[in-house]
Each structure stands twice: as structure tokens, then as C-alpha cells.
């Protein structure tokens, strides 16, 4: 038995007024309930210390660059890390991530119960649009303020196991799950905002977008064999309405625990890493039953192209 405790530390919106210190008391208090509860690993947001601020438009993209931390820890963030060392925790959060060469990218680390980040992923899969666009109800400008991530899909060891991360947008795709699969991953965390209404689609409200974040989970953590944990920014930033849906997903893909609320709320569950074994095992023995012979086009060709008529 390898069993980590997690913390799901779902958290309710923060406002565009909020600022990094005041959030990061949230987060603390957060971290407070989960090592209450005998937690060893919390888990928060994507971009946990600040509000969604691609929804707004900056005609100047260096405006955006307030958004943004230049280094981490830093000393908005130093009362976390100080908090989380002091019990020995290892936490993962999302935040905008500004390089000395000014690359702009929407960032998570895992940080171990030392302090050292031991895991960085940099968001591969960008949704949105780069320009203006007023067709839509809301703005969502991930391609103007961030660039592609360069890290991949990195699986590190730490805890006893085998590590991955991902965020929001890129647990809608399979490959993000497979190719950390294939590195033998036994948890995945990832932090989303996602909107409740989907801004080109009207009609597409929570429902909906609660019942594709569950389906993406939930296949992604069976098909990989692999624990995942998955952390909403929820509720309402300033008129915007995000989705919870806060849930710990199993490696045979059932839901073990899901918040209940919109706001800043921890669900706790003890994972054992070696549930993942049965399955990497035998359905999920990608050796034995991957034929990789048919899969090229997955790496060759990115859209689609139809067969002639
Ligand atoms: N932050 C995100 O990546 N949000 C997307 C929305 C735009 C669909 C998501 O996949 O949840």
C-alpha cells in the first residue's frame, strides 16, 4: 500500500480587486482544513492566485504583465510555501508564469513537503483566441497572453509514486493522459477554470459543462490506469460564472469524492498508488496491447483530412 492523502482544495472565485496577498490567506486557511483532516498533498487551481484575467481584453499585452510572477516562490507567495513546509505538505497550484527571457506561460508546479518544486508543467493545449472577438459573450484570450508550453508531459517522481500534471483545457484530450501514461503515471493533477456558459454556444450551460469535465476525468484516469485529481476556480469572478465539479477520480475511473459547493471548499481522500497496478496490468498493459503501427497519424497529421469522395 503507497497511500497519499489529498486535498482537492476547490476555490471560489477571486475577484479582479483581490490581490495576491489576500488570496493567498484564502489558500493558507485552505491548507489549514486539509492538514486538519490529514492530508499530505493539496491540490489547488489553475491559475490559483489571481482571477481568470483572460476574459479581458488589453490592447497593450505587456498591461497583462501585472498578471503575472517573475519568479516562485516570491514574497506574496513565501507565507504558503513557509505554511506548507512547516507541516511537511506537498502542494500543486497554477499560476501566470513570466520568464527572464519574457515568455509568458500559464504555469503549474508540484512543490514537495521540503519546499523544492520537484514537478513544472506549462499548459499545452491553449483554448481561445488571440484577437478581439465580438462575437462571443465573453472573452477568453489564452493566445494572446500565453504562449504553447514548452515542458510536454513530464512524469517525476515524488511521494512514493509516479507524478504528472496538466491544466483546464488539456484534460479534454486523450493524449495528454496517454503520453504521461506511457511515462507508468499514478496520479494526475490538474486545476481549470472553466466558464458555465460556453461563450459560443449560449445553450450550452453548467449541465453540460459539468457533465464533460466529468466524462473527460473519468476516461482519462480508467484509460491510464492512474489516480487523477482535478480542482475547479468555481462560482461567481466578478459576473462570470465558472463550473465546480471539484472531484478525486479513482484508476478504475469511479468518482470517490466531488465538492458540494461554488466556493473554497476541500475534499479529502487517501489514494493507495498501488490501486493503479491491476489495470496497468492487464486491460492497460500498454505493452502487451498497443499497436502503435496504426496510431501514426495521432503524431503525423493534426487536423483532420477526409478520404476523397
Ligand atoms: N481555462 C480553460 O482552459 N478553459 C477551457 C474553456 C475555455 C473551455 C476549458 O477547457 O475548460
Not at 52 to 66: G, H, L, P
Not at 150 to 169: A, H, K, S
Request: charged share 25%; hydrophobic share 35%; glycine share 10%.
Amino acid at each position: 500500500m503507497r497511500e497519499i492523502v489529498v486535498a482537492a482544495a476547490q476555490m471560489g472565485g477571486i475577484q479582479k480587486a483581490e490581490t495576491r496577498e489576500e488570496v493567498v490567506l484564502r489558500m493558507i486557511d485552505l491548507m489549514d482544513a486539509a492538514h486538519e483532516a490529514g492530508a499530505n498533498f493539496i491540490v489547488y487551481p489553475e491559475l490559483s492566485l489571481t482571477t481568470f484575467f483572460c476574459r479581458y481584453y488589453m490592447e497593450n499585452e505587456s498591461e497583462s504583465d501585472v498578471w503575472f510572477e517573475t519568479e516562485m516562490p516570491n514574497p506574496r507567495t513565501a507565507p504558503l510555501f513557509a505554511r506548507a513546509k512547516g507541516y511537511g505538505m506537498s502542494m500543486s497550484f497554477g499560476y501566470a508564469e513570466l520568464t527572464k527571457d519574457g515568455q509568458h506561460f500559464n504555469t503549474s508546479i508540484q512543490v514537495d513537503g521540503d519546499g523544492n518544486i520537484v514537478g513544472k508543467y506549462r499548459k499545452t493545449h491553449l483554448p481561445g483566441h488571440s484577437e478581439f472577438d465580438e462575437n462571443r459573450a465573453f472573452q477568453h484570450l489564452e493566445k494572446r497572453y500565453f504562449e504553447p508550453g514548452d515542458t510536454g508531459f513530464p512524469v517525476y517522481r515524488t511521494l512514493g509514486g509516479l507524478f504528472g500534471m496538466c491544466i483546464c483545457n488539456d484534460r479534454r484530450w486523450p493524449e495528454t493522459y496517454r503520453v504521461m501514461g506511457l511515462q507508468g503515471v499514478e496520479m494526475v493533477t490538474l486545476g481549470y477554470n472553466t466558464p458555465a456558459v460556453n461563450a459560443e454556444k449560449p445553450s450550452e450551460g453548467p449541465q453540460a459543462r459539468l457533465f464533460h469535465n466529468r466524462l473527460v476525468l473519468q476516461s482519462g484516469a480508467y484509460q491510464n490506469s492512474t489516480w487523477v485529481v482535478a480542482v475547479a476556480k468555481a462560482g461567481d469572478e466578478d459576473g462570470y460564472p465558472l463550473i465546480a465539479g471539484t472531484m478525486i477520480v479513482d484508476p478504475d475511473g469511479r468518482v470517490v469524492a466531488e465538492t458540494q459547493t461554488q466556493g473554497d471548499e476541500i475534499v479529502v481522500h487517501a489514494c493507495d498508488l498501488d490501486e493503479t497496478r491491476f489495470g496497468k496490468a492487464t486491460i492497460f498493459d500498454f505493452a502487451r496491447h498497443r499497436r502503435v503501427e496504426h496510431y501514426t497519424r495521432i503524431v503525423e497529421q493534426t487536423g483532420v483530412i477526409e478520404p476523397a469522395e
